[in-house]
């Protein structure tokens, strides 16, 4: 076999997929993600971004094509892809160090068996994930008692103990305040970074997709067939959130987002299909 | 609750059938220190015994409905299939008061601790069926989806989401159904038996007509709900502490 390291991340071959008695949401849909790419995912609701995340995610699977992860063809959640989704991810009777202890306790009750945990599997301590997310102090608090954004860095503790490289992400940001958002799409970019994680985030909001996205692919009303991507290089850099560049891509995709259908297939400014 | 309120609502209640002791004035009601003087003899002589096998066919009745309702609650609720099917079997049960039944069991079951312990299986397992399928119903999915997306299967899943989150549900419906499966065992222990608080309180007051003995017995037989209760109470602050911390 080859070395996955030759493979892209992501790639999606003529992807249709529709919902039992639906129309298609995509048609025909062809898309790659390189490795260590922070992606996001821009449309209005019902454009089908969390779909194609569950997707990623070997929750769903397609009617027809194929999605590969690293060359493999993907059947099932994959053991180093991360989910975070917006809210109820966490168990609400559990502590916050089980609920960042799940997914390696899920592992340990199967055991390394290549399915539902990796044959190299090995139980972990997640103290230094809680200490690195600042959580520490509050590891014996329920979800209940923990602020939004607090919430959302368990979630991210939980998915980072188990090693993965490639992140997903479903509106994960969406319920908090601005100061808190804004702190932890810091926070989340650093630790791709770090991790060398191949990110992808769902988002309804331009600017939240502006902020994160090297790359952002924008789905418009169903079925979608073709991707429309815009490259955003200054995503991740200190300044980029005053920067001339992150308003005008922000105009130019509420223009886009405004038409009643998306743009044609031909290459706008702006677009740029390989890296 | 605080206990000291507890204490004090007790009290109040005391204090008012004292009053109405005094105004009533009839040996049908003696005051609750007559009464509890013949509660603490009566121990010593045979009560506790009846409040023993009271105890034990409540107890035998509420472990054997935990034990089979909440795995059936939990299949229900967990999947589709199951609830297609079983479902409306359970919404034509369920609001049947399983105590007409009472008559019926003892025929099949005969007059012995069986059929009273299956009554009171009955009244608790349809409750805690329902409350425990409601509630692995609406679990959110995206906690579903989290956790297969950890790498979850179907067991996993019920060890670490169903389960845990069916305990509240088993709890809320004994609470529930405590006060009536202990009123249906006193009518249960009417019927050809010579032990249970039933038979104590029916006998002494209807045939003896010795009244304080007959309040004693009522005293034990609230103990023995109150216990109960209070047991559950106990549990829940033990098993769910996520719910006390806000």
């Known amino acids: 076999m080859a070395c996955p390291a030759f493979f892209h991340m992501i790639t999606i071959r003529s992807l249709t997929f529709n919902y039992p008695h639906s129309l298609p949401i995509f048609q025909d849909f062809n898309w790659e993600v390189q490795r260590s790419e922070t992606w996001a995912i821009l449309g209005p609701s019902g454009c089908g971004k969390t779909t194609l995340l569950y997707l990623l995610a070997g929750l769903l699977q397609p009617t027809r094509g194929e999605i590969l992860i690293e060359g493999q063809p993907l059947r099932r959640p994959r053991p180093r892809t991360g989910l ?14 089980y609920n960042a202890e799940l997914g390696l306790r899920v592992r340990d009750f199967y055991g390394p068996d290549g399915t539902h945990a990796p044959l190299d599997h090995q139980s972990a301590d997640v103290t230094p994930w809680l200490e690195r997310l600042g959580l520490a102090e509050h590891a014996e608090k329920f979800p209940a008692q923990l602020s939004g954004g607090q919430r959302q860095r368990v979630a991210i503790a939980r998915t980072l103990a188990l090693h993965p490289d490639l992140l997903l992400m479903d509106e994960p940001f969406s319920s908090l305040d601005a100061i808190t958002r804004e702190d932890l799409h810091n926070l989340t970019l650093s630790l791709c970074a770090e991790q060398n994680l191949t990110l992808i985030v769902v988002t309804h909001s331009i600017e939240e997709a502006v902020s994160l996205g090297q790359k952002i692919l924008l789905l418009g009303a169903a079925p979608n067939s073709t991707a429309h991507i815009f490259a955003n290089p200054g995503a991740g850099t200190g300044t980029h959130r005053n920067s001339e560049q992150y308003r005008n891509l922000c105009a130019i995709l509420r223009e886009e987002m405004q038409r009643p259908s998306l743009p044609s297939p031909e290459k706008k400014e702006g677009e740029n299909e390989t890296p | ?76 609720g967990g999947s589709q299939r199951w609830n297609r099917v079983l479902s409306p079997v359970i919404y034509l049960l369920y609001p049947i008061p399983k105590v007409v039944l009472v ?144």
């Open chain 2, 1 to 76: 609750m605080k206990r000291r309120d507890v204490f004090l609502a007790t009290l109040g209640l005391f204090l008012a059938w004292q009053v109405a002791a005094i105004v009533v004035n009839r040996p049908i009601l003696p005051t609750p220190l007559v009464v509890l003087k013949v509660f603490f003899t009566e121990l010593g002589q045979g009560l506790l015994t009846h409040f023993g096998y009271s105890l034990w066919r409540v107890t035998a009745g509420t472990t054997l409905s935990v034990l089979t309702a909440a795995p059936l609650g939990l299949a229900i």
């Open chain 2, 103 to 246: 008559p019926i069991v003892f025929l099949l079951l005969g007059i012995g601790d069986l059929a009273k312990i299956t009554i009171i299986f009955l009244i608790l397992f349809f409750q805690i069926v329902v409350l425990v399928r409601d509630q692995a119903a609406n679990i959110p999915p995206q906690l579903i989806q989290s956790l297969r997306s950890l790498g979850a299967g179907r067991r996993a899943l019920f060890r670490f989401v169903y389960f845990p989150a069916s305990l509240p549900a088993i709890l809320t419906a004994l609470r529930q159904s405590i006060g009536t499966a202990v009123a249906v065992l006193y009518v249960t222990e009417l019927f050809a038996t010579k032990y249970g608080l039933g038979y104590y309180i029916y006998y002494n007051g209807s045939t003896l007509l010795d009244y304080p003995a007959m309040y004693a017995g009522v005293i034990a037989m609230s103990l023995l709900g109150l216990g109960m209760y209070f047991a559950v109470d106990w549990m829940e602050r033990k098993l769910c502490r996520w719910k006390f911390v806000n």
């Open chain 1, 84 to 97: 975070i989704l917006q809210d109820y991810g966490l168990l609400p009777w559990a502590t916050v160090r």
